[in-house]
């Protein structure tokens, strides 16, 4: 299986002040057709995880445009330009390449 | 557009079966499946059907005891769980894909709880 490693784990941040949340894969996650299936979720407290990027890069509509993807192989990254108070929750990789599913352990984002 | 029913408080070794409906659960173009979340932890897979709607796979720690199936007529997703375990409590969430590898939709969760 496809292991998804996430750092850090906890990530204080100030409002306004961007912040990064990296992802590593065991296995190079490019499937035989050539794309990257690498997603990212953010779950909020007491909320089912809600999706925010596929393939990397590819924001889902109406996800802010603060938050992009990057990455490629086996290393991938979310930034947030500037976070706000919405956005603290804990916020997960997951790669849809390999076959079972894997996540990565999530990453709490909370305000300093 | 899901909706998770059939949890509760279970003893050890007993079973359970959890139900999933919701548009688009028998349309063979999209991956369906059962991912769960321990209290205060992570998200785990748990169970699933690949796109072609035929294959399905199991993470190691339900395999054997656990079977997906679904229900075209009824638009519905289930889950079948034997032999519970206390390490099995957890809220399980179906989930299902927009576009390939992805896991766009998702339930509320049913809450299974096993202890005696």
């Known amino acids: 299986d496809a292991v998804m490693t996430q750092s850090p784990l906890s990530l204080p941040v100030t409002l306004g002040q961007p912040a990064s949340i990296s992802c590593r894969s065991s296995?190079?996650?490019?499937?035989?057709?050539?794309?990257?299936?690498l997603n990212w979720f953010q779950q909020r407290p007491g909320q089912s995880p809600r999706h925010l990027i596929y393939?990397?890069?590819k924001r889902d509509s109406g996800v802010p445009d603060r938050f992009s993807g990057s990455g490629s192989g086996t290393y991938f990254t979310l930034k947030i330009s500037r976070v706000e108070a919405e956005d603290v929750g804990v916020y997960f990789c997951?790669?849809?390449?390999?076959?079972?599913?894997?996540f990565g352990q999530g990453t709490k984002l909370e305000i300093k | 557009q899901l909706v998770e029913s059939g949890g509760g408080l279970v003893q050890p070794g007993r079973s359970l079966r959890l139900s999933c409906a919701g548009s688009?659960?028998?349309?063979?173009?999209?991956?369906i499946h059962w991912v769960r979340q321990r209290p205060g932890k992570g998200l785990e897979w748990v169970a699933g059907?690949?796109?072609?709607?035929?294959?399905?796979g199991y993470a190691d720690s339900v395999k054997g005891r656990f079977i997906i199936s679904r229900d075209n007529a009824r638009n519905s997703l289930y889950l079948q769980m034997n032999s519970l375990r206390p390490e099995d409590t957890a809220l399980y969430y179906c989930?299902?894909?927009?576009?390939?590898?992805?896991?766009?939709?998702w339930g509320q969760g049913t809450l299974v709880t096993v202890s005696s």
């Open positions: 296995q190079s996650l490019v499937y035989s057709d050539g794309n990257t299936y």
């Open positions: 688009g659960l028998t349309y063979y173009e999209h991956a």
């Open positions: 997951m790669q849809g390449t390999h076959w079972p599913y894997t």
């Open positions: 059907y690949l796109r072609d709607g035929e294959r399905v």
């Open positions: 393939e990397v890069s």
């Open positions: 989930g299902k894909d927009l576009r390939p590898g992805d896991l766009f939709f």
